[in-house]
């Protein structure tokens, strides 16, 4: 009796057992990659988003340099990009921050806690990030999960 239902026991981990199969790119016309990668990437039920920064993709011009218009283009990319994934805000599980000021840290959470309400994602922010730039004051690294 125990060998029949270690069998059926099996079987069942073995019928709920799903591979997710490789990656599958995501490819944005209205946020297209800056470069040689995919503006984000599909594994299973994950979504990982290739760092956005404010970049507007019409005018291919970077928002003001401060942290409001850079966090407030970058999030509208960000927002492009987990529609063309097929999901959305509310399935954002984690941001990660990159500040090239940590001076900005205050502005910072006024905007992402006005973007982002009322739903928190879980969040790190890194500062001193330097990109070589002084017209990039910010990136988002943002995993999130598919809509079902």
């Known amino acids: 009796m125990k ?3 270690g069998s059926i026991l099996c079987l069942a981990l073995v019928g709920c057992y799903e591979t ?14 800056l470069g040689p990668y995919s503006s984000a990437m599909v594994h299973g039920d994950t979504i990982y988003l290739s760092g956005i920064i404010a970049l507007d993709p019409v005018t291919k011009a ?4 401060n ?3 850079q966090f407030a283009q970058s999030f509208a990319n960000m927002q492009t990009i987990l529609a063309a994934s097929g999901t959305d805000l509310e399935h954002v599980i984690k941001v990660t921050v990159y500040l090239k ?18 739903y928190k994602p879980a969040r790190t922010t ?15 690294d943002v995993i999130a999960a598919k809509k079902h």
């Open 3 to 5: 060998k029949i239902l």
């Open 20 to 33: 997710s199969g490789p990656p599958i790119p995501v490819v944005s016309q209205k946020s297209p990659a």
């Open 62 to 65: 970077f928002a003001p340099a």
């Open 67 to 69: 942290i409001e218009a």
């Open 101 to 118: 000021n940590g001076a900005d840290f205050p502005a910072l959470n006024k905007v992402y806690a006005e973007a982002f309400a009322p």
């Open 126 to 140: 890194v500062p001193g990030m330097e990109w070589g730039r002084d017209d990039i004051m910010i990136e988002l």
